[in-house]
């Protein structure tokens, strides 16, 4: 199928999206009835096709019995299948658990089956159409504001030159212990695919499809989107073992180790719970997790994810991770995880990059590149390569949103598979050395050089319309602070507690 029947397959559910808003169900909502829905029809295509026939759910909780049913019994026999497949195991229940109805009018919810889903054929060729299909939908759900579903979506453009300068490869293990919708694991797939598809042994292709490609989501309806991404792009299968793990990354030690952790951890800066590492014990102890491997104890959620990724790597394993700028700064545990991330691991790159390209507001943000070394007592990281976006750099989600070319030069700067010793400074991209960086006050790795030319020159000044918008940004990043401080006030055990 082409990229014309792709547009069509979304233009044509994105319609009824319209339609069902006016009933109150929100986009994100929409897309996850849309994930219900799809998997039943895919899974009675597949009881259904003539050579090896694979029956996935039930008979009584059939696509077949919607089909059959009409007025308020087809609203109770849908609600009856989320239900009954909500306590399956594996890539069944990752998508149904806790699943609910959210269209409450019968009408509706049959033309949904009948006239949009029943008429299309979704498993059969074109997985990549369906996929893309798919992950535009999501897209469109990320830009509702009012679901919040913007937090779980990392920018393509970013996403793609990411895993450009990774380079994953067949023989890669790769995860996203934040995974969201599962981007990040689809574009290493989609490129393994597309550099090594024509080379892949069967060994390989199953082992990409069944295991290779893992993430991990706290969040129920987020983590079923996940799961149902990953299936219409051919990994995992209905009735397998899910290859998303629905639950906090951050509870535990990790299983088993990867080579390659391709991330965007949850923005916002406070956890509602606290990490004890080596630094010592938290005093909110029914709260605590236990984490031998970690360098150092905070509630804040980003750096507990550095020290997360940075234990899920094996040897010689390598991360890119988007994370915001506090992580560069903050004193205290973020001093303790800076020095040891210089130290134990090669942290060689940083992306700085623009506001204006999330969908959550406010943020400012950058890409770390590491790669975990064997121990030693000299420290591996020789040289911090930092390349400035931000400076000069202006984007919008609409008007002028980020593209994959934008990043160009970056990509080019880093030379994927190449020597780093090969590097040439430039404009925005310079080389830092070890010394340097444990000089600075905290180990601040907040480094700029670059002037911003709006401060230099009032010609230079941006168009009202965008500095209004930075100023909203800024604000909605204050609140969401002044939200988190609050939150930990709030659940801190007071001083008078004769518990403590």
Known sequence: MSNVDSRRLVQKLWNYCDVLRDDGVSTIDYVEQLTYLLFLKMA???????????????????????????????????????TGLGKEGGTLGTIFRKAQNKIQDPAKLKRLIVDLI????WSGTGVDVKGDAYEELL?????????????????????????????????????????????????????????????????????LAHGAITGTELVDGTARLAAMNMLLHGIGTPNGPSLITVGD???????????????????????????VGEGGRSNREEREIERADFWATTANKQLNFVQHIASLLEIDG??????????LFEGGAGETIRRRLLKQYDLHTMLRLPTGIFYAGGVKANVLFF?????????WTQKLWVYDFRT????????????????????DCYLPGKDRAERVETERFRAFSYDELIARDKVNL???????????????????EVIAQEIVDDLQAALADFAAIAEALITRPSAADPGQ
């Not at 790669?371 to 420290?379: G, Q, S």
């Not at 000069?392 to 934008?406: D, G, M, P, W, Y």
Request: hydrophobic letters at 35%; a negative charge; charged letters at 30%.
């Open 44 to 82: 009675d295509e597949r009881a259904r096709r003539p050579l090896k026939p694979e029956q996935i759910v039930p008979d009584e909780l059939s696509w077949q019995t919607l089909l059959d049913t009409e007025g308020d019994a087809l609203e109770v026999q849908y609600r009856h299948i989320l």
């Open 118 to 121: 029943d008429k299309e054929a």
């Open 139 to 207: 897209a469109k759900g990320a830009e509702d504001a009012k679901s919040g579903a913007g937090q779980y979506f990392t920018p393509r453009a970013l996403t793609a030159a990411m895993v450009d300068c990774m380079l994953p490869t067949p023989d890669d293990t790769i995860t996203d212990p934040a995974c969201g919708t599962g981007g990040f694991l689809l574009a290493a797939f989609e490129y393994i695919q597309r550099h090594h598809g024509s080379a892949l042994t069967p060994d390989q292709r199953r082992r």
């Open 249 to 275: 990354a951050l509870g535990k030690e990790p299983a088993r180790r990867v080579s390659l952790v391709l991330a965007n951890p949850p923005f916002g800066r406070s956890s509602s719970i606290r990490v």
């Open 318 to 327: 390598r991360a890119a991770v988007v994370l915001p700028d506090n992580v």
């Open 371 to 379: 790669e975990r070394k064997r121990a030693r007592e000299e420290p």
């Open 392 to 411: 000069n750099q202006h984007f919008t989600l609409k008007q002028n949103a980020l593209r994959r070319e934008h990043l160009q030069d970056f990509v």
């Open 446 to 464: 907040d480094i700029t050089w670059l002037k911003d030319a709006s401060l230099e020159d009032a010609d230079s000044l941006l168009p009202p």
